[in-house]
C-alpha cells in the first residue's frame, strides 16, 4: 500500500506493501494513509511463512522529526526487479567499474557497508539524515553483502554524492542546479537526480546543457514520489507537470512501474516520461547500519536507469552521453514508456556511423552509337539474304516430286 503521511511533525513518508524473506526485530507497521489505499504488491519470496513488512522510506522529515536511523531488517532473498531487469545477466557483462554516478538528493552516508569505499561527497552531502539519497545509490551501485540477496545494479560503479535538498529532504532549484553544474566538473559521466521540481526551467535547463557539453548524461524522474498537501490544487488533485530536470533538454525522463507491470494507484501524474524501469516495491539499504528499507515512487526507477548507463558506459567507454541515452532506448522493452533491459542494451549491435545519402549522379545524354559494329550488322544481314535467295533459286529450279528415270533415245 501506498501511504503519504503530511504534516509538519511526521514528515512525507512513502510505504509499500510489500513481502520479503527477511531477519531482524518485529515487522514496523505503517503509517495510516488518507487516500485509497492501492492493491498490495507482492515480491519473490512473498510465501516464506516468516515474512514480514520491511520500515517504509521516507521522502521528507517535518520539522523537529529525527533523522532516519538503521533499519531492524535485512532482506534474505532478491528483489522483484532484480529479476525484471535481468541483472544476472547483464552483470556478467559489465558491473560498472571504472564509472562515477553523481547522486543529486538528499546525501549519500559513506558508512553503509554496501558502498563503503565508493562514496565521495562535496557540499556537506556526506550525510543523509532522510536516507533518500543513500537508498537510490544503494539501487544505484550497493554491492551484495553477505546473509543479504539485494544488489544494485552496478555494484563496481563509483558514487559521488552532492545536496540537491536541505536536511529535512526539500528541494530547492538552486542545489539541484548547482549539483547538477559541480557533478560534470567533477567529471561524473552519469548524474543521478532524486527530484522532480515544478519551477526552475532556466537554471535547470542550463544546468543540464552544460552537464552535456561535459558529456555527462543527466538521468530524473518524470514525477514526484509523493506530493505534500501545499502543493496540490483546489479539489486536492496533484501537479501534472512538467517537471525538472528531466523535461530538460538532454535529461532522460523516467517513469516507474511495479510488480504488476504497471503504476501504483494515487502516483502523481508523469510528465512525458522516455523510459520506464521498475520504482515499486523498491528494497534498499538506509543511511545507517546493514538493514533495508522499502520505497516508491518514479525517483527510485530512475536510479535504475543511472545504474544501467553506468553498466553501458563501463562497457562501451566510447559511446558519449547522447549515445548512451539513445542505446538505453533503442534497446528498451516496448510498451507506453518503454520499459528498460539492461543485458540488450549492453548487448545491443549499432552502426554508429550514420549512412550518407545517395548523390543522385548527373543526367546525361546516351553516347553515340559505335558506327563500327551497325556496319557489320549491315555486311552479315546482307550476306544471309544473299544466301537465303540463292537456296530458293536453287528450289524453284529442282523439279518437285519424284525424279523420272533416263533413258537413252532410240535408234530411227
Known sequence: MRNVMKGRSAGLVLAVAVVLPVTGGPALALPTAPVAPAAPSESPGSGDPGATLLPPLPVRLGEGSPCT????????????SQAALGLSRAQRISRG???????????????????????????????????HGTFAAGLIAAAPEKGSGITGIAPQAEI?????????????????????????????QV??????LGT???????????????????????????????????????????????????????????PGGVRQRNAP????????????????????????YI???????????????ALVRAYHPGLTAPEVTRRLLDSAY???????????????????????????APARMPPPADPGPRDRALTIAAVGLATVLLLAALAAVVPRGRARKWRPPTAP
Not at 536511523?69 to 522483484?80: L, Q
Not at 548524474?191 to 522532480?196: D, E, K, L, M, P
Not at 520505497?295 to 536507469?305: F, Y
Open 69 to 80: 536511523g538503521a533499519s531492524g531488517r535485512t532482506a534474505t532473498g532478491a528483489a522483484w
Open 97 to 131: 567499474g571504472g564509472v562515477t554516478v553523481a547522486v543529486v538528493d538528499t546525501g549519500v552516508a559513506s558508512g553503509v557497508p554496501s558502498l563503503s569505499g565508493r562514496v565521495k561527497s562535496a557540499g556537506g552531502a556526506g550525510e543523509d539524515c532522510v536516507g
Open 160 to 188: 559521488l554524492a552532492l545536496p540537491g535538498t536541505d536536511d529535512r529532504g526539500v528541494p530547492s532549484v538552486e542545489r539541484v542546479a548547482a549539483g547538477i553544474r559541480a557533478a560534470a566538473d567533477r567529471g561524473a
Open 191 to 196: 548524474i543521478y537526480v532524486g527530484q522532480a
Open 200 to 258: 526552475g526551467k532556466a537554471e535547470l535547463t542550463a544546468a543540464v546543457a552544460h552537464a552535456t557539453r561535459r558529456d555527462a548524461l543527466v538521468v530524473a524522474p518524470a514525477a514526484p514520489d509523493a506530493v505534500p498537501r501545499e502543493e496540490r490544487g483546489p479539489q486536492g488533485e496533484p501537479p501534472v507537470g512538467p517537471y525538472w530536470p528531466a523535461a530538460a533538454p538532454g535529461a532522460l525522463a523516467v517513469v516507474d512501474f511495479g
Open 269 to 292: 501524474p508523469a510528465h512525458e516520461p522516455e523510459l520506464s524501469a521498475p520504482g515499486s516495491a523498491m528494497v534498499s539499504v538506509g543511511p545507517e547500519g546493514s538493514g533495508h
Open 295 to 309: 520505497g516508491s515512487g518514479a525517483s527510485l526507477a530512475a536510479a535504475g536507469v543511472a545504474g544501467t548507463a
Open 334 to 360: 516496448p510498451s507506453d514508456a518503454p520499459r528498460l533491459d539492461p543485458y540488450a542494451a549492453l548487448s545491443l549491435l549499432q552502426d554508429r556511423t550514420p549512412a550518407a545519402a545517395p548523390t543522385p
